[in-house]
Structures are given as structure tokens and as C-alpha cells.
């Protein structure tokens, strides 16, 4: 069964701090990793994704991948009040088409 | 450039009736994927369409049903419905036959069985 776990939280960060979002992931054959927000009541919407280990950053999102301890995560500088959402974890198999999902992190960012 | 269209964005149906969600891709784009997502889950994979085709199908039952047209468009159909098909179901459109390529998700079709 291929899976992606992550922390239902909420997690609570201070405006301005580092957010911090983990997942791991049990198939090895993945090569692709998604992160998605989404607020209450609408549909996911694509933050960043990564094929290679180490960092990519966009602004103030960074996600990190480490294949060898099949995990990923995202940091979020500066974090806003605007941030609080939903983040779900994705990853896509090498061999299948279908995106596999985690169940999502609620994070909350306190003003 | 229109993004990824599904319609109707909400409505309420009685267990044992069908229904049918539409949607319209992104413009280039050419594969559907079609996603269920329950309340503080995340999105679970029905089925994904390309060049009309069924390519894949998640663990779902016979009761959802799909198609894609020529002009790439979908719809997704529930037969006999459950209460616990209440949910919202997400269209996704993508370039291509892999799920690597970039997926972009449609504002839902929020379904309630009474």
C-alpha cells in the first residue's frame, strides 16, 4: 500500500516565525513530490513541487527532499496570517498516474 | 487563459439517485483526472482520462463512471448514490500521460447525499 503520512495538526506558528511542514512517503518508486494549500471550502492549489533531493525555493517557500529517508517537507518564511490553510503532501509514482495524497497539515498562524 | 472549469459547484441529491459532475480542462491541457475528497481527508484518485480512454482507476466501485469527449472535456457519473459519497470531487487537468507533469485543480463540485 503506498502511502504518504503527515502531522494533522494544527500547527500554530507566530506571524513572522518559520513554518515548519513534514511528510513522508513509503513507496521508493516515487519521483515527484507535490505541496498543496488549500483554504476551507476550496480546492487544492499548487504551492511547489520537486524531483531532486535537497532544496528548491520560490519566494518564501522552500521544500526540501531527501530521498534516501523518503521524506519532504516545506518551510515557510515569514510566515502570514494568510498562510493558515491546509498543506497537502502528494507524491507521484514513476509507474502510475495517479497522484497518491497525505490527508493534510492544518496549520494556523497566530497574529 | 480559462483554468480548469467544473460544474455544478454545489448540489444536494437523495441516496439511490445519479448524478453528474462536468468538467473542462485547462486550456493545452489533455489528460482528467478525477478526484474524491472527504471532509479532513485528503484528495483519493477515481480515475484518470486520456485521449478518451480510461488510463487508470483508483479503488472506487462500478457505481462512478466517467467519459472524456473529443475536446478533452470529462464528466464523471455516480450511480445509486451513498450517503457516503458525500463529498467534494475534483477535476485536474495535465499535459500528458504522467502524473509528473503539473496537475491543476478545478474549484470542485461540492456533493451532498441526503
Known amino acids: 500500500q503506498k502511502e504518504v503520512e503527515q502531522n494533522s495538526g494544527p500547527l500554530s506558528v507566530p506571524e513572522g516565525a518559520i513554518a515548519s511542514l513534514n511528510c513522508t512517503y513509503s513507496?521508493?518508486?516515487?519521483?515527484?513530490f507535490f505541496w498543496y494549500r488549500q483554504y476551507s471550502g476550496k480546492s487544492p492549489e499548487l504551492i511547489m513541487f520537486?524531483?531532486s533531493n535537497g532544496d528548491k525555493e520560490d519566494g518564501r517557500f522552500t521544500a526540501q527532499l531527501n530521498k534516501a529517508s523518503q521524506y519532504v517537507s516545506l518551510l515557510i518564511r515569514d510566515s502570514q496570517p494568510s498562510d493558515s490553510a491546509t498543506y497537502l503532501c502528494?507524491?507521484?509514482?514513476?509507474?502510475?498516474?495517479?497522484?497518491?495524497w497525505g490527508a493534510g497539515t492544518k496549520l494556523i498562524i497566530k497574529p | 487563459d480559462a483554468g480548469v472549469t467544473q460544474s455544478p459547484t454545489h448540489l444536494i441529491k437523495t441516496r439511490g439517485q445519479q448524478v453528474t459532475l462536468r468538467c473542462s480542462p485547462k486550456?493545452?491541457?489533455?489528460?482528467v483526472s478525477w478526484y474524491q475528497q472527504a471532509l479532513g481527508q485528503g484528495p483519493q484518485f477515481i480515475f484518470q482520462?486520456?485521449?478518451?480512454?480510461?488510463?487508470q482507476r483508483g479503488n472506487f466501485p462500478d457505481r462512478f463512471s466517467g467519459h472524456q469527449f473529443p475536446n478533452y472535456s470529462s464528466e464523471l457519473n455516480v450511480n445509486a448514490l451513498l450517503l457516503g459519497d458525500s463529498a467534494l470531487y475534483l477535476c485536474?487537468?495535465?499535459?500528458?500521460?504522467?502524473?509528473?507533469?503539473?496537475?491543476?485543480f478545478g474549484e470542485g463540485s461540492w456533493l451532498t447525499v441526503v
Open positions: 485536474a487537468s495535465s499535459l500528458g500521460r504522467s502524473s509528473g507533469n503539473t496537475i491543476y
Open positions: 486550456s493545452g491541457h489533455d489528460t
Open positions: 482520462y486520456y485521449e478518451e480512454e480510461e488510463r
Open positions: 513507496d521508493r518508486g516515487s519521483q515527484s
Open positions: 520537486i524531483y
Open positions: 502528494a507524491s507521484a509514482p514513476d509507474s502510475n498516474y495517479q497522484l497518491i
